[in-house]
Each structure stands twice: as C-alpha cells, then as structure tokens.
C-alpha cells in the first residue's frame, strides 16, 4: 500500500465517520472534473476545474471514501440522472416494491419515505399499492418530475433537521428507502442520524450500497467519482448505523451496480418484535469481507495495480484499433465513464462520439474530455466497428437494445473488469 505522509495526516485529512487521520491510499486517479459536469457546446472553451480524485481506506473503521471538493448543492441541485431511463432499474425497483411490501406488511395506514427519489420511479410502485409515499429529492430539476407524475416529494437535502421536520408534520415512517444514496452524503453521521429520527418505533430503513467487496475483487475503479463520496463493506456500515442507535438485522446480496447490498435496519431497540430478529445473512457477509482481507493493506495495493493496468490495455486497444482504421463509440454517457475516460486521458481522437438514450444529456459534450454525445440512433447511421459499453452493468440489456449492431459487423466491448471484446 502507498502510503503518503504528505497528503494524509499533514494535510489533516479525517475520516468522515470516526475521524481518525487518513492516509492511506486506495486508489490514485489523478485530477477529474465533475462526473455529471456536462457541457454545452458553447461552452467548450471555457475553464474547466479538475479536482483530485484519490481514494484512501480509514484505517480505525474500514471507510473507503474521497475528500469532499464538491458541496452538495453544486453535486445535486440540478441533476443531469433520470433513473426512469433504464429498464433495469425500472424492474428491479418494481421487485423490490413488492417484496418489501409484502415482507412489512405495508398497506394504506403505512408510509413510505424514500431519500434521494430522483424522478420517483420507485415510490410510483407504491402508490400503485394504494400506500403513501413521501419522496425527498434535493435536485429541483428532477423532483419537478416525480410531482407531475403524482409522486408527492419535498425539494431537500436530507439529514437531522429534515428528518426532525417531517417527523414534526406527522410524515415519520414504517418503510424508509434510501437507495444508492448513502455514498452520495459527505456528512454521513447526520445523515444516518436522519434515518433514525425518521423512523416510527417499528420501522425499518433499507440501504442500497455497491458492495466494496466487488469493487475491489472486480476492479470497478470506474465506480470512484466525486459523487460517491464513501465506499462501504458491511461491516464499515454496521459500525456506522450502530453508532447512531439503529441495528442491521438482514443483508441481502444484489447483483446492481456490479454487485450491491442491500441493508435492514432497525432502531436497536425494536430488536426482537414485529419479526426484527437478526438473520444469519449479515454474519456470513461480513466473514467473507473479511476472508478476502478488506481489512488489510495489500488487498488495496493489489488493487491500485490492476487499475493501473486496465488503462494501459484500454488505451492499447484503442490506439490499435485507430491505427487499423476501425472506429469507437461510446454507449452511455455515464459518471462511471467519465472517470475511466478522464483517468485514462480517452477523447474524440480515440472514441468518435458517446450516445446516451437520456435526452437531457443529448447534445452536451462529457465533461473533461469533450466527446459528444448523441443519441442511440446514431449508431445505427454511422455503423462503427466497436460499441464500448460505458455501464457494463447494464451490458446485456444494452446489447439486447443494440443487437443490430451485430448485422454490420460491429462489436460491443467493455473495460470493466477487463478490457474484453464480448461474444
């Protein structure tokens, strides 16, 4: 592992959880802009701000996260992600509804709160249920989006003082859901803190987090972005939740985002009633964390190495096949691409142009590296030899849409985990 003595400790570098120095380096990414910083094309000559995109594991609790460069509300007040684009993520939302649902025993007497619901894709499942929903949504832009569709939600950055007020208006939860937004919080004890105070006494709060234990065994580098502010085990996260009064009962293993999991938790006191008992499932993940040393330095160091080394490939691909005269294109103008390209210093001399199915991205150009972006449609006129999928966990829904690409000859190919020409 590296270790730098200049940049951890000296600089006053801390944890964000527990507060203990940090300095130890996970992965070095270089300087990035903004993973959802789009750009107009009038705009393309105009400075763009790169920051340091470095992450490094606590030492005392086992966080892997970044140093905040960004404040929320220049990362989310308006959002250029409208999770209603995938289908994917469409199903696997309705399955989770449903099970949920079924599991709490949730019906029109309950409410469910879900923190971060973009354009309410998830809390319409519920509302098909005849069950309250109350979405929290800090991006104007797309919250405006969940309201026309008859998804009630509130314009707010989440934490202490907005749990405290909703729970004052008499919105406290049976069901709170906070998918894939626990990474997103640079404070993330008052946000954990929220939870708790949002919750009615029986209540249960489900976590969606990609998995550390994939990111690391699977190489999803391109996963660390200045949005994804903390990196979480589950044994990091009990610590965590059990710090602010609440308690993991269940965990179970998703296979979004390259591998997720999805949490249970209680106020540690509801332990034992209303079936809160604790599963077997939490003990044996946080035994395979550990098996596969999480909680030691060469695992990270072994990391860093393969990371290195996929964007010697990637490049080495692209160089040759530019070379050979064969043409590249980008599906997905996602902030995972963002950082691969970024990182690997990938622009329009090596990739033609990205396409996104988003119309809000359509047209603007990937921050940093300035590559188009247009829509799917285009791959069909221009007929390119390869199609990089930049959202390999999406990529058999992504070849299914493009299947046609095959007719002319054409090839899908991902970075992640390795650069791979697929079948």
């Avoid at 903390?230 to 710090?243: E, G, I, K, N, P």
């Avoid at 390999?392 to 970075?415: C, D, P, T, Y």
Wanted: glycine share 8%; proline share 6%.
């Amino acid at each position: 592992m590296t270790m730098r003595p200049d940049a951890g400790a000296a600089r006053g570098r801390r944890c964000r959880f527990c507060a203990a120095p940090l300095d130890r380096s996970v992965a070095d990414l270089g300087l990035c802009p903004g993973a959802n910083h789009y750009v107009r094309p009038e705009n393309r000559d105009a400075p763009v701000t790169f920051y340091p995109l470095h992450a490094f594991v606590c030492d005392a609790c086992g966080l892997v996260q970044l140093e905040a460069f960004h404040s929320p509300e220049q990362l989310f007040s308006d959002y250029a992600y409208f999770s209603s684009f995938s289908e994917t993520w469409l199903a696997h939302a309705e399955a989770y509804a449903g099970a949920v649902t079924a599991r709490l025993g949730l019906g029109p007497a309950s409410r469910v709160v879900e923190i971060a619901s973009n354009d309410g894709y998830l809390l319409r499942c519920f509302v098909a249920r005849g069950i309250p929903v109350t979405g929290v949504e800090p991006a104007a832009n797309v919250a405006r989006a969940a309201i026309e569709k008859g998804v009630p939600t509130r314009v707010a950055f989440f934490g202490r003082a907005e749990a405290q007020r909703m729970a004052a208006e008499g919105l406290s939860a049976d069901l709170v859901a906070a998918n894939n937004v626990l990474a997103h919080v640079p404070d993330l004890n008052d946000f954990v803190a929220g939870l708790g105070l949002l919750l009615k006494p029986r209540g249960v709060v489900t976590v969606e987090v990609p998995h550390l234990l994939h990111l690391v065994a699977e190489n999803q580098f391109d996963t660390i972005y200045h949005e994804h502010f903390s990196y979480f085990s589950l044994a990091t996260l009990q610590r965590v939740f059990l710090r602010h009064g609440l308690a993991v009962f269940d965990v179970e293993e998703l296979a979004t985002h390259g591998g997720s999991l999805r949490v249970y938790a209680c106020r540690a006191d509801a332990l034992g009633g209303n079936g809160l008992a604790v599963a077997a499932a939490p003990a044996r993940v946080v035994a395979r964390e550990a098996a596969a040393g999480l909680d030691r330095p060469e695992t990270y160091d072994a990391f860093a190495a393969r990371v290195r080394a996929t964007k010697r490939r990637l490049l080495a691909f692209l160089i040759e096949a530019r070379e050979a005269g064969k043409s590249v294109v980008a599906y997905g103008a996602a902030a995972k691409g963002n950082t691969l390209f970024n990182y690997c210093g990938i622009r329009s001399d090596l990739i033609d142009y990205s396409v996104d199915r988003s119309p809000h991205k359509q047209g603007l150009l990937l921050p940093g590296v300035h590559i188009p972006i247009e829509a799917p449609d285009r791959i069909a006129e221009t007929r390119p030899d390869f199609v990089l999928i930049v959202p390999w966990n999406l990529k058999e829904e992504i070849m299914r849409q493009m299947a046609h690409v095959r007719s002319w000859g054409g090839r899908f190919v991902v970075a992640v985990p390795r650069v791979e020409v697929l079948p």
